[in-house]
């Protein structure tokens, strides 16, 4: 019976670490960030941890080249040209939005959890840097 419990304490703990991000926070990250290189933009990718559907990882893609993982509880960045760019993921549902990157400007995406007929869904959304930033300030850098 033991046994037993030590296995089950053992596989609860490795479920909780699958995923984390182990990275830098984004306090300190952004302090060490140049500004984007001339002429470009960057757009900030960002997902909370709400527990379910913590542990779906898809790929983000921008403009159908993966730039990363959508990892709870986490944030990458990407500088990109100026203009409209599709950002997408897909678990049973591909979903995407369009984001408006402007020269030596930030954009922000969040990616957020809607349930699935077999598993989550993970939806981006714009997001404003004022409601961005408070979202992002203890998350971690993982790509």
């Known amino acids: 019976m033991n046994k037993l419990k030590i296995w089950f304490g053992v596989m609860a703990t490795a479920l909780l670490l699958t995923g984390c991000a182990t990275g830098p926070k984004y306090s300190v990250y952004r302090t060490t960030l140049a500004s984007p ?18 542990g779906l990882e898809p790929s983000i893609k921008l403009d159908g080249t993966k730039v990363g993982d959508s990892i709870a509880g986490s944030f990458f960045q990407v500088e990109t040209s100026p203009g409209a760019h599709n950002v997408s993921t897909a678990t049973e549902k591909k979903y995407d939005v369009t984001v408006s990157v402007t020269t030596n400007a930030d954009s922000y995406v969040q990616f957020y959890i809607l349930p699935g007929i077999l598993i989550g869904r993970v939806v981006p959304t714009i997001m404003n840097e004022a409601d961005a930033l408070p979202a992002m300030g203890k998350m971690t850098y993982a790509k």
């Open 37 to 54: 290189p001339p002429g470009m933009g960057r757009i900030w990718f960002y997902r909370r941890s709400v527990f379910f559907g913590d």
